[in-house]
């Protein structure tokens, strides 16, 4: 069956400098979540998409942008990297926003920003 | 926001042995998962249980929604049940899950 899929899978930056990070939803699926994971410690919410709206917001960085398209994949902009920035993203999708809905993970990007 | 806390933090079993897994969670929820994220950090879901038991193969898991809580058993373990097992819950009106702060797994020969 297929899955979410993430591009790329690993990416290294320098302070300063932008990322794209890209998000394929499972076929179907009209949402999209992204979370950024640091070493260590349990995944963060970021951002949310449902029909190319955005659905929720956590604590995503002004330095960070995202947006769902007309195809339903998704992209997260990074800018201005920071060190601290360096971790495991994470994007899930799901068939609707309901409560009673699963969330499907993909593989994840692993960022590091040097 | 919903506090989730996962007990034990770490654990340390030998090939073969079972263990239970708790989270434990501030709200009332109306989605629950569990995830393991194995070493290389892929998150796997292992069960979608807002409430009730549900089996497959040496996994169970249970969750007791008015007393908010969920169990994770797992039997016979082996090397490959090594990782971090999370669960991750949504409450309300949120449509995010809100990860647990994960129990820490290693399965010894």
């Known amino acids: 069956a297929a899955g979410v899929i993430q591009s790329p899978r690993h990416l290294i930056k320098e302070k300063r400098e932008t990322a794209t990070l890209k998000c394929y939803p499972i076929?179907?699926?009209?949402?999209v979540y992204w979370y950024q994971q640091g070493p260590g410690q349990d995944p963060q919410f970021l951002i949310s998409f449902y029909e190319k709206m955005q659905s929720d917001k956590g604590s995503i960085p002004d330095r960070f942008s995202a947006q769902q398209f007309s195809d339903y994949h998704s992209e997260l902009n990074m800018s201005s990297l920071e060190l601290g920035d360096s971790a495991l993203y994470f994007c899930?999708?799901?068939?609707?926003?309901?409560?009673?809905?699963?969330?499907?993970f993909g593989q994840g990007t692993r960022l590091t920003v040097v | 926001g919903i506090q989730v806390e996962q007990s034990p933090p770490d654990l340390i079993l030998q090939e073969g042995a079972n263990s239970t897994l708790r989270c434990n969670f501030s709200?009332?929820?109306?989605?629950l998962q569990w995830f393991h994220q194995n070493p290389w950090g892929q998150l796997i879901n292992l069960f979608y249980i807002p409430s009730g038991t549900k089996q497959n193969g040496r996994l169970s898991a249970t969750t007791v929604a008015t007393e908010r809580y969920s169990l994770l058993y797992i039997s016979s373990s082996q090397t490959t049940d090594s990782g971090v097992y999370f669960c991750a819950v949504k409450t309300g009106t949120a449509s995010k899950l809100t990860f647990g702060t994960g129990t820490r797994l290693q399965v010894t020969l």
């Open positions: 076929p179907r699926h009209d949402t």
């Open positions: 709200d009332s929820v109306n989605n």
């Open positions: 899930a999708s799901s068939l609707g926003l309901s409560r009673g809905v699963m969330a499907f």
